[in-house]
């Protein structure tokens, strides 16, 4: 198991950074497999804020923002950042479905 985590990791980092879709699961690489937190945030951030990416790539990665805060016991600033996928995403069903549980659950 944890020679196919580091072979896609590998695999992921070695290709483009400006496909989103991309770079959310080089971000979620960090974040879950190497528990880099703050590395994984960051890039998060980034997606987020690209105004080009999709979306439903900028929910998912709000959602990861969110997930990321819980981690780190920041629980307010994740309750902001779920209630904020419910108010500027409400499109992206899946995502806010997974915010608003998010939020019963802090």
Same mark, same amino acid.
Request: charged fraction near 35%; glycine fraction near 4%.
């Given at each position: 198991?944890?020679?196919?985590?580091?072979?896609?990791?590998?695999?992921?980092?070695?290709?483009?950074?400006?496909?989103?879709?991309?770079?959310?699961?080089?971000?979620?690489?960090?974040?879950? !497999?190497?528990?880099?937190?703050?590395?994984?945030?960051?890039?998060?951030?980034?997606?987020?804020?690209?105004?080009?990416?999709?979306?439903?790539?900028?929910?998912?990665?709000?959602?990861?923002?969110?997930?990321?805060?819980?981690?780190?016991?920041?629980?307010?600033?994740?309750?902001?950042?779920? !209630?904020?996928?419910?108010?500027?995403?409400?499109?992206?069903?899946?995502?806010?479905?997974?915010?608003?549980?998010?939020?019963?659950?802090?």
């Amino acid at each position: 198991m944890t020679q196919t985590l580091l072979f896609t990791s590998m695999l992921l980092f070695s290709q483009s950074d400006t496909d989103p879709a991309e770079r959310l699961v080089r971000a979620e690489v960090l974040e879950v !497999a190497k528990g880099d937190l703050e590395k994984a945030m960051a890039e998060y951030r980034a997606i987020e804020a690209d105004e080009k990416a999709p979306a439903s790539i900028r929910a998912r990665a709000l959602l990861a923002i969110g997930r990321c805060q819980r981690k780190r016991g920041e629980l307010e600033a994740a309750r902001r950042t779920f !209630a904020d996928i419910l108010a500027r995403h409400p499109a992206e069903k899946e995502t806010a479905r997974q915010a608003k549980g998010f939020l019963e659950e802090i």
